[in-house]
């Protein structure tokens, strides 16, 4: 199991801008597609972006034109910039080794309202 460790939330107003930042306890990125996924209260976790091991990269409907995946392997991070926020996109952002069984971190929580 991979340790994921999610950070960069908060609140913001609409229209407004963040970067989530996903630290990774072992440099696994290199050799996995990466997904952001997203939970919104009372709804089920989504996946946003994923970014390939060759950094080709795709989002869903939803975000696409606001949302930004990228990846620092010398880091082990993996990066989600979110632009034009809506209200909602409010819900906890989460990373993951796509389609694995790792464990999922806590998350970080992003707020849009006015």
């Known amino acids: 199991q991979v340790q994921l460790v999610e950070s960069g939330g908060g609140l913001v107003q609409p229209g407004g801008s963040l970067r989530l930042s996903c630290a990774a306890s072992?440099?696994?990125?290199?050799?996995?597609?990466v997904g952001w996924y997203r939970q919104a209260p009372g709804k089920q976790r989504e996946l946003v972006a994923r970014?390939?091991?060759?950094?080709?990269?795709d989002y869903a409907d939803s975000v696409k034109g606001r949302f930004t995946v990228s990846r620092d392997n010398a880091k082990k991070t993996v990066y989600l910039q979110m632009n034009s926020l809506k209200p909602e996109d409010t819900a906890v952002y989460y990373c993951n080794i796509y389609r694995s069984s790792n464990a999922w971190g806590p998350g970080t929580q992003v707020t849009v309202s006015s």
């Open positions: 970014i390939t091991i060759a950094g080709s990269t």
């Open positions: 072992a440099n696994v990125f290199v050799f996995n597609t």
